[in-house]
């Protein structure tokens, strides 16, 4: 099975430290960090880099390895370089990107979805306060937006459109490319949430018409505490962060240099190895939606099939049975899983997705989330089968279901 670390090195209380094997499939809550973003790292943080600010020999070696950190993540997503602003995060960059732009547009009216991340609605929510008035489209039973909505909902005061090119709790991929097209001429921005999508499905900045993209360095497989916001030229926004100016004014603090160049090289990872990594992916994916159902009685898959789904997720609700008890009985078998979306599982809300998508509330109870990864094997997927239908029977046995 995948250990966690994708390293032989255990961690104390961990079943490797015990002589178990680890099956993780949480890979969209994080995902560990690969050794060769790892081995890139380490001398930035040994051998005395400078700070990319500074004029000595030491701070324009910092600057290049910034600079070289914003090519690579720019020849991802088919953008240019100077387009990239640093962030410590994807949650910072959408904030950046819908509350950074309406505070430079005098136009007071933004189109979103139901099924957005947190930090996408909260940010919404937060203008709404304000003043602005916002559209929260709603999506089909498997969490799909109708382009058409999108032009159906534009007025003369449309601003900003805010979609997530998937989504991180069922697996979704949105037609992003179409409302792109559509938004074309219209003078209207387009901001896309592309946690998830990028580095696993197609998604460049051009042949979608996107205007700002926000990525997540951890989901790349590259260190967490960093992100990016993709910013197209003549695209204004007004910082969330101010003081020295960095990132051309959008963010100013010292660069986490280690953490950005990390991300660089997570990004070309990305690139280059995509196309053989999705089919493998998708491939175990399949295996494992087909299992569950043909082996746990009242499961259901939730979100969309095939290519409409990104290839390293599984989602499905399970009559019954609780998600936290299913989950933590897998952890306690070495199956590390998920019961949604880890932004918002310390509030105890019920799930916003699986209301739009019109789960009823007693199946969004069962739950269950499963992102495979780069380390993820037909093992993995062979302990999740073997496991899931004793824990969701007993379980219900304990409840009386």
């Known amino acids: ?28 809550g994080s995902a560990p ?19 990319p600010s500074a004029g000595h020999s030491l701070g324009l070696e910092a600057r290049a390895s910034l600079d070289g950190a914003r090519a690579k993540i720019a020849r991802l997503v088919g953008g240019v370089a100077s387009g990239v602003i640093f962030t410590s995060s994807a949650t910072e960059a959408n904030n950046l990107a819908v509350k950074g732009f309406a505070a430079r547009d005098p136009r007071r009216h933004i189109i979103t979805s139901a099924i957005e991340h947190i930090s996408v609605l909260n940010s919404c929510r937060e203008l709404e306060k304000r003043g602005y008035a916002v559209s929260y489209l709603r ?9 058409a909505a999108v032009a159906d909902a534009l007025t003369s005061q449309t601003a900003l459109v805010s979609l997530q090119a998937a989504s991180p709790e069922i697996g979704t991929v949105q037609r992003v490319r179409d409302v792109g097209r559509l938004l074309r001429g219209r003078g209207v ?32 497989y590259g260190p967490p505490g960093a992100g990016a916001l ?31 160049v990390g991300m660089g090289v997570a990004a070309e990872l990305a690139r280059v190895e995509r196309a ?23 499961a259901r898959v939730t979100g969309a099939r095939g290519a ?3 290839p390293h997720h599984a989602s499905v609700t399970v009559s019954g049975v609780k998600a936290d008890a299913v989950v933590m009985d897998l952890d306690l078998r070495g199956i590390a899983v998920s019961s949604g979306s880890a932004c918002t599982a310390l509030t ?3 799930s916003h997705v699986l209301r739009a998508i019109g789960c009823e509330p007693a199946a969004a109870e069962g739950s269950l989330c499963f992102t495979a990864g780069r380390w993820t094997s037909d093992a993995d997927i062979d302990a999740v089968l073997a496991a899931l239908p004793a824990v969701v029977t007993r379980l219900r046995r304990l409840a009386g279901a």
């Open 1 to 28: 099975m995948a250990r966690f670390t994708g390293s032989s090195s255990e961690r104390p209380g961990s079943p490797e430290a015990a002589g178990l094997s680890r099956a993780y499939l949480d890979y969209a």
């Open 33 to 51: 960090v690969d050794p060769r973003v790892v081995a890139v790292m380490r001398p930035f943080f040994e051998g005395g880099a400078g700070n």
């Open 139 to 147: 999506v089909d039973t498997e969490g799909r937006i109708d382009p």
């Open 189 to 220: 921005t387009f901001h896309v949430d592309g946690v998830g999508a990028v580095g696993r499905v197609p998604l460049t900045v051009d042949e979608c018409g996107i205007d700002l993209l926000s990525l997540s360095s951890n989901d790349l």
């Open 230 to 260: 993709w910013v197209r030229p003549d695209t204004k926004l007004a910082p969330l962060i101010v003081g020295g100016g960095q990132e051309q004014g959008y963010r100013a603090g010292t660069e986490n240099l280690p953490a950005v």
């Open 276 to 298: 053989a990594e999705t089919a493998r992916l998708t491939a175990l994916r399949d295996r494992l939606l087909d299992g569950i159902v043909a082996t746990v009685p009242g």
């Open 308 to 310: 409409e789904r990104l």
């Open 348 to 350: 105890g809300e019920p």
